[in-house]
């Protein structure tokens, strides 16, 4: 197997910077990593990265874990995914579960019991030459139900800032037209309602109007016309002269 040379644990785990001070140790392989990423461009200039590689890359990674199985089959010049060899061993292991060249890759860390019975633990993924440890499921659920609750209290504190304008527009319009208001609160259509409903059942309760007396005999009553003008005749003078009756300023002046 054509491979690139195995990095020693211990210059993975530490060791020491070029002013001589000891470098930080990487997080141990199994917690939480999935806020960091690894990428070794040097390598990607100089092998190809494919299903036959992509397994020395990911040694060279903080993810890699060198108790796990595929490094004994290493340090034996034994192909690492050999599978015939892993599923006769016991304990740590990875995996390629999916390949897509040469741009994805995605790594199974799992626990193997016996020649059948494996435990997935981790998941990770080399997307165009860099390594990411993938979120579990359960925080891939809390991150989403979060992020929805964020939006709702968004939501609802956007809504009740404008319900809040809403009811100081109202309190505002009702401090400078109290008469309007006023003059719309004493109409009740349903009280006008009532009130029709009772005079309508008293109407029917009633008794008919009884019809207006005759006239005398040999009586006429008078048209419409002359009953109009009735009263004005009455109120005339006929001694009096009309024209003399408006004074010297109304009389008609002849050349």
Known sequence: MAGTPMLPPN?????????GNAAAAPPTPGTDMTGICFRDQLWLNTYPLDRNLVFDYFALSPFYDYTCNNEQLRMRSIH?????????????EFMVSEVMEPHLFVMRKQKRD????????????????SIYQAPQ????FSARVGR????????????????????????EDDSTS???K?????????????????????????????????FPEGYTPPSTAEGEQGPETE?????????????????TKYA
């Open 80 to 92: 690492p995914l050999d599978i015939s060899h892993l599923s006769k061993m016991t304990g740590i």
């Open 114 to 129: 016996g020649p059948e019975k494996v435990t997935p633990m981790l998941t990770y993924y080399v997307l165009d030459g």
């Open 235 to 251: 109120q005339a003078d006929p001694s009096v002269d009309p024209i003399l009756d408006q004074g010297p300023a109304k009389r």
């Open 178 to 180: 109290h008469e309007p």
């Open 11 to 19: 210059l993975v785990t530490g060791g020491a910077n070029m002013e």
């Open 137 to 140: 499921l359960c925080n891939v």
């Open 182 to 214: 006023a003059a719309k609160e004493t109409i009740d259509f349903k009280e006008v309602k009532r009130v029709d409903h009772i005079l309508a059942s008293l109407q029917r309760k009633l008794p008919a109007a009884p019809p207006p007396p005759p």
């Open 148 to 171: 929805a609750l964020y939006y709702i209290s968004k939501a609802f504190t956007t809504a009740a800032s404008k319900l809040e304008k809403v009811g100081y527009v109202d309190s």
